[in-house]
């Protein structure tokens, strides 16, 4: 679809707009100039007020064969005053599934009056939005963020491509860099008039490295989307009864996972999301303990485990308070000592005084202050996995300000050759001009003034029919 022409489309498109499944109440949204007399052509007994209001209706449509008056509140929103910028009906309904496919269907249905609407696309209300100027492209991708979000971080993201952040900043060296270039094209244009005075290559030099550093600054203090996309994963590691699964239980707060005194019962490895302090977020793994393979099974389960290892973000290294072993840790692995309970006072203090946490399972004891320090050590490793402050940056915003950067490293070096040369017009202006275009081109981007098709296409493809 080319999604300038969904700006300029005004046939009436109508979607459920509320999720899948039963509910106590469902939404229908109807968009269009013809909204207002497709309803009306299948309302019973009322007329449409088509003022921005609410009002209760009766809609005529088909459900199972036969005809039956559904009761609604329709929410009318006139013109630009709505979401999608055109013409919008809501109808809130019984949150039955079957009854809001049949009003879908009855405001397609062409035999029900000279008007009808067809079926939106995914993410096309927010297109026409995008497309009428009542959603800035930021706000659109914040949209899709919510929509795929499967953590807090990921949500927490979404809440800050709402603000905007990223695109003012964009938007205010944008503007400084229009006056720049356009100081520098009055070089090229007016070179011989004497009264137009066009920036000297020192002042270019010293205004684009200011410029370049607000980009590097920008670049530096925000998260990249693509690292919401993945939670640290703190795999549970250790022999065969040593109290990972009850640990795994213990820190989920719910049973979980089977944990017996039979030893080799977790055969799997079990993903579960865990919240730790202050909306920290990761991915708590439990895996079959390590021991010599006996059988073919035991050599899978082992190969499993050394995996998953391998590719955790951080190891808690489980051993029973009562084996009196050595600790393990390094960068990515914590001894966690298991079973404190069973503890006599002499062992508890050898473990503690080889350092890691000291936990029960049974009794709860440590597990909250494991809770704590998982946390420390996920913010000391500088884990996203939750909510941060910093305003999240988008794979095409990052690559959209990597490419303004060496634009205007390219305008800045040609001016700086022109200082050292001592004398003006020792680089082209044309050439300092076309870079800093591409560069302002690129910054565009970012603040939301120039959006290629393909982009739009990619984003709104991502949105679920209704949005
Ligand atoms: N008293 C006490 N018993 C515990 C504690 N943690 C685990 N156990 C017991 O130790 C036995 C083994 O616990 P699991 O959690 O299944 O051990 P695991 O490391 O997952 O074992 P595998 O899955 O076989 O590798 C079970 O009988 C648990 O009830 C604890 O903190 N205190
Ligand atoms: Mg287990």
């Given at each position: 679809?080319?999604?300038?022409?969904?700006?300029?489309?005004?046939?009436?498109?109508?979607?459920?707009?509320?999720?899948?499944?039963?509910?106590?109440?469902?939404?229908?949204?109807?968009?269009?100039d013809?909204?207002?007399?497709?309803v009306?052509?299948?309302?019973?007994?009322?007329?449409l007020?088509?003022?921005?209001?609410?009002?209760?209706?009766?809609?005529?449509?088909?459900?199972?064969?036969?005809?039956?008056?559904?009761?609604?509140?329709?929410?009318?929103?006139v013109?630009?005053?709505?979401?999608?910028?055109?013409?919008?009906v809501?109808?809130?309904?019984a949150?039955?599934?079957?009854i809001?496919?049949?009003?879908?269907?009855?405001?397609?249905?062409r035999?029900?009056?000279?008007?009808?609407?067809?079926?939106?696309?995914?993410?096309?209300?927010?297109?026409r939005?995008?497309?009428?100027g009542?959603?800035?492209?930021?706000?659109?991708?914040?949209?899709?963020?919510?929509?795929?979000?499967?953590?807090?971080?990921?949500?927490?993201?979404?809440?800050?491509?709402?603000?905007?952040?990223?695109g003012?900043?964009?938007?205010?060296?944008?503007?400084?860099?229009?006056?720049?270039?356009?100081?520098v094209e009055?070089?090229?244009?007016?070179s011989?008039?004497?009264?137009?005075?066009?920036?000297?290559?020192?002042?270019?030099?010293?205004?684009?490295?200011?410029?370049?550093?607000?980009?590097?600054?920008?670049l530096?203090?925000t998260?990249p989307?693509?690292?919401?996309?993945?939670?640290?994963?703190?795999?549970?590691?250790?022999?065969?009864?040593?109290?990972k699964?009850?640990?795994?239980?213990?820190?989920?707060?719910?049973?979980?996972?089977?944990?017996?005194e039979?030893?080799?019962s977790t055969?799997?490895?079990?993903?579960?999301?865990l919240?730790?302090?202050?909306?920290?977020?990761?991915?708590?793994?439990?895996?079959?303990?390590?021991?010599?393979?006996?059988?073919?099974?035991?050599?899978q389960?082992?190969?499993?485990?050394?995996?998953?290892?391998?590719?955790?973000?951080?190891?808690?290294?489980?051993?029973?308070?009562?084996?009196?072993?050595?600790?393990?840790?390094?960068?990515?692995m914590?001894?966690i000592?298991?079973?404190?309970?069973r503890?006599?006072?002499?062992?508890?203090?050898a473990?503690?005084?080889?350092?890691?946490?000291v936990?029960?399972?049974?009794?709860?004891?440590g597990?909250?202050?494991?809770r704590?320090?998982?946390t420390?050590?996920?913010?000391?490793?500088?884990?996203i996995g939750?909510?941060?402050?910093?305003?999240?940056?988008?794979?095409?915003?990052?690559?959209?300000?990597?490419?303004?950067?060496?634009?205007?490293?390219?305008?800045?070096?040609?001016?700086?050759?022109?200082v050292?040369?001592?004398r003006?017009?020792?680089?082209?202006?044309?050439?300092?001009?076309?870079?800093?275009?591409?560069?302002?081109?690129?910054?565009?981007?970012?603040?939301?003034h120039?959006?290629?098709d393909?982009?739009?296409?990619?984003?709104?493809?991502?949105?679920?029919?209704?949005?």
């Amino acid at each position: 679809m080319r999604w300038e022409s969904v700006a300029t489309s005004t046939d009436a498109i109508v979607a459920i707009a509320s999720p899948p499944g039963c509910a106590a109440r469902g939404i229908v949204r109807v968009s269009g100039d013809a909204s207002f007399a497709i309803v009306q052509e299948r309302l019973a007994h009322t007329t449409l007020r088509t003022t921005r209001g609410v009002q209760s209706v009766r809609l005529r449509v088909c459900v199972a064969h036969v005809e039956v008056e559904v009761a609604a509140l329709a929410l009318v929103m006139v013109g630009r005053a709505s979401f999608v910028g055109q013409d919008t009906v809501e109808f809130l309904i019984a949150g039955n599934p079957a009854i809001l496919t049949a009003v879908v269907a009855a405001l397609c249905d062409r035999k029900r009056g000279a008007h009808w609407a067809r079926r939106a696309t995914a993410g096309e209300f927010s297109a026409r939005a995008f497309l009428n100027g009542r959603l800035a492209i930021d706000e659109a991708e914040a949209i899709a963020l919510s929509i795929s979000a499967e953590s807090n971080a990921q949500l927490a993201a979404a809440r800050q491509l709402r603000t905007g952040r990223v695109g003012q900043v964009a938007a205010t060296a944008a503007q400084e860099l229009t006056g720049v270039l356009a100081l520098v094209e009055a070089g090229i244009d007016f070179s011989d008039q004497e009264d137009v005075v066009a920036i000297t290559a020192i002042d270019l030099v010293t205004t684009l490295d200011v410029l370049a550093q607000t980009l590097a600054a920008l670049l530096d203090g925000t998260t990249p989307e693509e690292s919401l996309q993945a939670l640290p994963v703190i795999a549970l590691r250790g022999a065969t009864n040593a109290g990972k699964s009850s640990l795994f239980n213990a820190l989920l707060g719910r049973q979980r996972v089977v944990a017996s005194e039979q030893a080799g019962s977790t055969r799997d490895a079990i993903v579960e999301p865990l919240l730790l302090h202050r909306g920290r977020e990761v991915l708590l793994m439990d895996l079959p303990g390590i021991e010599e393979p006996q059988h073919a099974l035991a050599e899978q389960m082992q190969e499993l485990a050394r995996h998953a290892f391998q590719s955790a973000t951080l190891q808690l290294h489980c051993v029973p308070v009562t084996a009196q072993a050595h600790p393990e840790n390094g960068p990515r692995m914590i001894t966690i000592w298991t079973k404190a309970d069973r503890a006599d006072a002499a062992q508890r203090a050898a473990a503690m005084a080889q350092g890691g946490s000291v936990t029960s399972a049974i009794t709860g004891e440590g597990i909250d202050e494991l809770r704590e320090s998982l946390t420390l050590q996920i913010d000391a490793g500088g884990w996203i996995g939750g909510a941060r402050d910093a305003p999240v940056l988008l794979a095409r915003h990052r690559a959209a300000l990597a490419d303004a950067h060496s634009a205007m490293q390219r305008a800045r070096s040609a001016a700086h050759r022109c200082v050292e040369a001592g004398r003006r017009g020792a680089e082209p202006a044309e050439l300092i001009a076309t870079d800093l275009r591409e560069a302002l081109d690129a910054l565009g981007i970012v603040a939301g003034h120039r959006t290629a098709d393909d982009v739009l296409g990619a984003l709104f493809a991502r949105f679920c029919i209704g949005k």
